[in-house]
């Protein structure tokens, strides 16, 4: 799994010189990776019932992005925050990820699962750079939904999601 994990990190750094968004890249390898799949949309599912598990350095790397989403609600809930706010919750989001695909070690069903999470977070944060704030604030929402995605799907124990109303 963990050379699944330095392809990522090397198809995000490609994108990231490239011009690419990451979410374009990424799409492009998870569609590589399962060609086999094709015509069938990835969804995200319970381990046999059961949330899937986590590891420590998941678990921090979410809860770091939570929180830092969490601590700029009072800007994002007035309509307040500025481009350059939302541009910096989307480097502290990328920058959790990164952790996450460098540290974290799951069960390779449970780190595709976690991909499609990813995803949508890494979509997010890309909005969230842009230059358009109505488009911030869907990626700020998209985040929020991917989080309580990991919530309902992921065994983080004490975990919390993050409420985003305007």
Known sequence: MFAQWKKIIAILSAAALL???????????HNHAHEHDAGKPAL?????????????????????????????LPAIHSGKATAEQYRALAQKTNDQITF????????QKADAALHLILVDIIAGTDAMS???????????????????????YFDHPGWHGVKLSH
Request: one cysteine or more; aromatic letters at 2%.
């Open 19 to 29: 011009g690419l968004g990451a979410k374009t890249a990424l799409a492009q390898e």
């Open 44 to 72: 995200l599912t319970l381990n046999n019932g059961k949330k899937w598990a986590t590891d420590d350095n998941l678990r921090q790397g979410m809860s770091r992005i939570r929180d830092a989403l969490s601590s700029e």
């Open 100 to 107: 996450m695909v460098k540290t974290c070690k799951l069960e």
């Open 130 to 152: 842009g230059q358009d704030g109505s488009e911030a604030l869907k990626g700020a929402e998209k985040v929020v939904h991917a989080l309580d995605n990991y919530g309902i």
